[in-house]
């Protein structure tokens, strides 16, 4: 009982973020008067890293740059693109901003900020866009834009005293059956 225990014990789940090409970001102003940009975070910089069960990481995915006062409205297109687990979180969002000559302020949306992702072993990984992301800016300065990788875990995993109670009574019927089926003879 206590092998097969082990056996389905969660794992920890190694994260490798991948940069550019295959993670990418596009916005694009659908009104405005202003010049507003994202560009990709050097996700290439950040390390493979494990996430046991409940466990989360926060990244910078991206920032927002807008460079004159001015408003306007922009839609935004994402990919955050892992090598391992071999995965890739699209989103489509958009957002608005107004700025002054003294600062700039905006908002993201986006259509389905949380994606999980059920794992071969069993774990279940979420990846949230930071969604509603209000920024204020004083001018030409930018906002990163997160992502958060969270371990949702897997199946439930019994605990040890659970499985020796189990087993415990398992074979207490076993012997029960046996004394029982032994006096029948």
Known sequence: MLAWASSVMATPVTIDVDGSPDSWVVLTPTYGDTTISADLADLDSIL?????????????????????????????????????????AAGNGAGAWFGTATFTSGQIYWDDPVQEFIL????????????????????????????TITNLGGAP??????????????????????????KKS
């Open 48 to 88: 493979e890293f494990s996430l046991d069960d409940n466990e989360s990481r926060t990244i910078d995915f991206f920032t927002i740059s807008v460079t004159d006062p001015g408003s306007g409205l922009f839609d935004l297109t994402a990919n955050l693109n892992l090598d391992a687990p071999d995965l890739n």
């Open 120 to 147: 071969a072993d069993g774990n279940i990984l979420s990846i949230a866009m930071e969604q509603g992301a209000t920024f204020v800016l004083e001018p030409n300065a930018e906002i990163t834009i997160h992502a």
């Open 157 to 182: 995993v019994p605990e040890p005293s659970t499985i020796l109670l189990l087993g415990s009574g398992l074979l207490g019927l076993v012997g029960y059956n046996r004394k029982r089926f032994s």
